[in-house]
């Protein structure tokens, strides 16, 4: 059956590289004719992987410890959602999620009006740099990373899945990054195609074309990247939810870059500026989202969730160099616009700003993530650049960015400000939030900044709802206000947050800020595939009863002696109180056995995650591809 399974991943490989073949042979020969079937093979390659990716889940669902992949991921007490969800646990089989995720969005557009819009000419185009990606990930799948390896003698039980990865932000986080990467292959082939096809007039803009695909990649890809954070947030412990590590920046580069792209794309709807940019922007979200996966797969870096090299480091580096010089080449074919930019006083002025800010931060987390490969140029001891130089660096660029935010709408696109009085009352909100902040001791200044224009964008985006704004502009105030709310909530929880180690036996308490921790309880049990130790915490504030903490301390059988920490809170849109249970104290003589505990108060913490579902949902309002 896996030879089966194999046979169709070479069949999507072969399909791409016909599909592309043909595509450039037709381009080469100024003709069409074979339009229909390469299209057609679109489907084929799709459905080839969609039906491995069925039998991989096949082989996860029952067990088939034959394959390695399964072996290695699973074992016969995890749970089944865990079970079916370690498709993309390892590198073979989130590559083959990834590959499946670029090809069912090609198969969807294919099938889409705003496709059949399109010139002959820029389909062949697009099928053409379409189909290099996925024979590329026909190559990596059916030599470096296939996961229909198999083995014998058979084993009679897995590995089992890495516990840090058993948790529910881990279900969706993974493919919700892949459908983000995997849908903005979509509008980065066909602005290419159309720049060199050069249909537009008579095809109307990609970036209307292109509108539901953009959309729905960069929602998935926010939602992907939330919920890593939350992951981080719940399952590893340390009460944080961004360390900047390499694989969470990995993920945030592509999203600055797309984001970035959408905003270039407001510029060329609205006044017909930037349209090379446009293009090498939106292409380059893909390259980056592979370079994404280079950090992951390569073994250049560590981190906790990263993979070994496995071969697929030095394809990926040289597809992704590659595709970076054809993209920024084709972007530069053409005649540049000779319309110029507006004033910084000015709409466009803004909107250029905030793109730059955009570049800039995703241009130096890019820096900064390969600095320990830069560093050794010079020395044999690599450099790590830790979270105070991203702290430093990025987050006085993100709270200019919350600034900007809040002032843009107010200004008009040929400069000086459309309505005086609301724009007052949005200067007035920061005043005062700023002198409300700094009289309640909120004197930090970066976090000071942030908050104050977090408050400014919300009062402005509420007069901007107040009116009566369009369903794409509903869509876009709603997706700023899911900003706002998270920089508000990293304004607060991050600067503010109170930590303390707590050394506490049975009924003894501590104390953090406000709050007062007594121990109730230590027990210690088994569990199917684990060993654990909970601490037992009842929280209080000025004498009432907050709620009751359960952090655990785990050890699992089929990872040795290393401990996994499941930590615990007390919910609350305000001050959330977080509990992780860091060890027992070895008891001496006639005394009762003592634990470590670790307490943090996270003010408006939950506001991150309200923030970020905002963001996710209001883009469905415009879901839709515009007319014209």
């Avoid at 020969?29 to 339009?35: A, I, M, N, V, W």
């Avoid at 069925?54 to 034959?66: I, M, Q, V």
């Avoid at 390569?298 to 071969?311: C, E, K, L, P, R």
């Avoid at 200044?445 to 400014?456: D, E, L, M, P, R």
Wanted: with cysteine; net charge neutral.
């Amino acid at each position: 059956m896996y030879f089966i399974a194999y046979g169709l991943l070479l069949t999507a490989m072969l399909c791409a590289l016909g599909s592309g073949g043909l595509a450039l042979l037709q381009l080469w020969q100024g003709r069409s004719e074979l339009l229909g079937f390469v299209e057609k093979v679109q489907f084929v390659m799709a459905a080839a992987l969609l039906a491995a990716s069925a039998l991989l889940l096949h082989a996860l669902y029952w067990h088939d410890f034959s394959l390695q992949y399964v072996a290695s991921y699973t074992d016969r007490i995890l749970p089944v959602f865990y079970r079916l969800t370690a498709f993309w646990a390892g590198q073979a089989g989130s590559l083959l999620f990834w590959a499946l995720s670029v090809g069912l969005a090609g198969a969807a557009f294919v099938l889409t009006p705003g496709y059949r819009v399109l010139h002959p000419a820029t389909r062949l185009w697009f099928v053409l740099f379409f189909s290099g990606i996925m024979a590329f990930f026909g190559l990596l799948l059916t030599s470096w990373s296939n996961p229909f390896l198999m083995h014998f003698p058979v084993p009679p039980d897995g590995n089992g899945l890495n516990p840090l990865l058993q948790n529910p932000g881990m279900i969706f986080h993974p493919p919700l990054l892949f459908l983000g990467y995997g849908g903005f292959v979509v509008p980065g082939c066909l602005a290419l195609a159309q720049h060199l096809s050069g249909r537009r007039d008579e095809e109307g803009s990609w970036i209307r074309i292109a509108r539901p695909f953009t959309l729905l990649a960069w929602l998935f890809l926010t939602a992907g990247i939330v919920l890593g954070a939350w992951w981080a947030y719940m399952e590893l412990g340390w009460g944080g939810y961004w360390a900047w590590d390499p694989v969470e920046n990995a993920s945030l580069i592509p999203w600055l870059v797309g984001t970035a792209a959408m905003h270039t794309a407001i510029l060329e709807e609205r006044r017909g500026k930037l349209a090379r940019v446009n293009v090498a922007l939106i292409s380059l979200t893909t390259v980056s989202a592979f370079f994404a996966t280079y950090l992951v797969r390569s073994g250049v870096i560590d981190s906790v969730h990263a993979f070994g090299d496995g071969g697929v480091g030095m394809p990926l580096l040289v597809f992704i160099l590659t595709s970076a010089v054809l993209c920024i080449w084709v972007a530069c074919l053409g005649q540049p616009s000779t319309r110029g930019l507006s004033g910084m006083d000015s709409r466009e002025g803004f909107l250029v700003l905030a793109i730059w800010v955009l570049l800039t931060l995703s241009t130096i987390i890019w820096i900064a993530t390969l600095w320990p490969l830069i560093s050794k140029l010079w020395g044999p001891q690599a450099q790590g650049l830790g979270p105070d130089f991203y702290n430093r660096v990025c987050l006085p660029l993100f709270a200019m960015m919350t600034a900007i935010l809040s002032m843009c709408p107010w200004v008009r696109w040929d400069g000086g400000l459309r309505d005086k009085m609301k724009a007052c009352a949005v200067a007035g909100c920061a005043i005062v939030a700023g002198i409300a902040l700094w009289s309640a001791g909120y004197r930090q200044s970066t976090a000071f900044i942030s908050a104050t224009a977090g408050f400014a964008c919300l009062a402005s985006i509420g007069l901007l709802m107040a009116g009566r704004p369009t369903r794409d502009s509903l869509a876009a105030y709603g997706v700023h206000l899911g900003v706002a709310i998270m920089v508000l909530g990293v304004a607060f929880s991050g600067p503010y947050k109170q930590e303390a180690d707590l050394v506490l036996g049975v009924n003894e308490t501590g104390r953090i800020g406000a709050y007062e921790v007594r121990l109730t309880k230590i027990a210690d049990g088994e569990a199917p595939g684990y060993h654990f130790l909970e601490a037992r915490l009842d929280v209080l504030k000025e004498g009432k009863h907050v709620g009751e903490m359960v952090p655990e301390r785990r050890i699992y059988e089929k990872f040795g002696r290393q401990q996994f920490a499941e930590a615990d809170t007390i919910f609350s849109l305000g001050n959330e109180v977080y509990a992780s249970l860091l060890g027992l104290e070895p008891a001496k003589p006639g005394q009762e056995p003592r634990v470590t505990v670790k307490i943090s108060v996270h003010p408006l913490v939950n506001w991150l995650w309200i923030g970020g579902t905002f963001m996710c949902l209001f883009p469905f309002i415009a879901l839709r591809r515009r007319k014209g």
